[in-house]
């Protein structure tokens, strides 16, 4: 109920300030579209939240299409999507799984609509290939899981020195693999922590909740859980106090949704480091409506500026009141003049 009134008071509250951003004319009304996995998931509303904004600031209609964490439905629903507005659109895509980006990009290339990905993408499938593709973005997805295994590290009883079990994501995701190398970069500069078992949950909060089950069942001294995202993290909580272990054994997770940030403040989870979907949203629907507008020339861009990362922001119990109340339930006012401002590495 508290995540239903979150969002709720979030889309009530949403006011974006878009100064410069050109808009189409009545006569000519693009739709903006966002791709995600579900509404279910905070995370991923955001995306919707921001879109909807966006629409409304800029006087265009807006659909989200949620695959529901199904790739054939995703592809079904942007066949659609290209039917219903007859490619009168541009496209901020969070792509299922990785390999689902080359059927995408197909579909969206043949059909001549700009668009902008996140997160997923094959390392040999390159941009330049397709000439509406304008962008793929991801934040540091090592750097989150590194972030977050040593903030977890510190919460064991003797601080950098214990063992723990590792909930994953789905396998073939980029965001769930970088997080991952992220854990394993962490247990290598800290040799006396040990990771005794680790399973998939594919980012579901009940799946989460059983695997961590029958994890501790196995291994019942762990003195931390280490989790791929928060969506997951709600899951291993339950769990960790079903077991007598709420705020002995904490857990961690990306994606800053509202139940994470009460887990840090009830002490039962150590961090989560928070993607600003919304940003996401109008940032790559932003960036695709220049490019249809004729004012981003994409194969102008840098190779550096067309995969790149962003930034995102840690949050620990330090922090995790003010960085609520000051940007998580108000809408920040984001620079989409420059779609660069949050750069901080090309991807290669």
């Not at 854990?183 to 800290?190: G, I, M, N, R, V």
């Amino acid at each position: 109920m508290k995540k239903t009134r979150f969002l709720v008071a979030l889309l009530a509250g949403l006011a974006v300030s878009l100064s410069g951003v050109v808009q189409s004319s009545a006569a000519d009304k693009t739709t903006l579209v966002v791709m995600i996995r579900g509404l279910d998931n905070p995370y991923h509303a955001n995306y919707a939240a921001g879109a909807k904004a966006l629409g409304q600031a800029l006087g265009l209609p807006v659909d989200v299409l949620s695959s529901e964490g199904n790739s054939q439905k995703q592809f079904a629903d942007l066949k659609a999507e290209i039917a219903k507005t007859g490619g009168n659109m541009v496209v901020n895509v969070d792509p299922n799984e990785a390999p689902d980006v080359v059927p995408i990009a197909k579909m969206l290339e043949d059909a001549g609509v700009y668009w902008v990905n996140w997160w997923n993408k094959p390392d040999d499938v390159k941009l330049q290939t397709y000439p509406h593709w304008v962008g793929h973005i991801a934040f540091d997805a090592v750097e989150q899981g590194y972030f977050n295994a040593t903030e977890l590290f510190k919460t064991f009883k003797t601080p950098n020195k214990g063992s723990i079990i590792a909930i994953q994501g789905m396998l073939s995701n980029n965001a769930a693999i970088g997080r991952f190398q992220g854990l394993q970069k962490a247990l290598k500069e800290f040799p006396d922590v040990k990771l005794v078992q680790w399973e998939a949950a594919d980012w579901d909060t009940n799946k989460a909740y059983e695997v961590t089950k029958q994890l501790l069942a196995a291994h019942p001294d762990v003195d931390g859980v280490w989790s791929a995202n928060d969506n997951m993290a709600i899951g291993i909580v339950a769990a960790l106090k079903e077991a007598g272990l709420a705020g002995k054994v904490l857990t961690c997770g990306t994606d800053g949704i509202p139940d994470a940030f009460d887990a840090i403040e009830a002490g039962s989870q150590a961090s989560t480091e928070f993607m600003d979907s919304r940003y996401q949203a109008q940032l790559g629907l932003t960036m695709a409506l220049a490019a249809k507008d004729g004012k981003l020339d994409v194969k102008a861009i840098s190779p550096e500026h067309r995969a790149f990362l962003i930034a995102g922001t840690h949050v620990t119990r330090d922090n995790v009141k003010t960085f609520v109340a000051e940007t998580v339930k108000v809408m920040p006012t984001y620079d989409l003049k420059d779609f660069y401002s949050k750069w901080v590495a090309a991807i290669k």
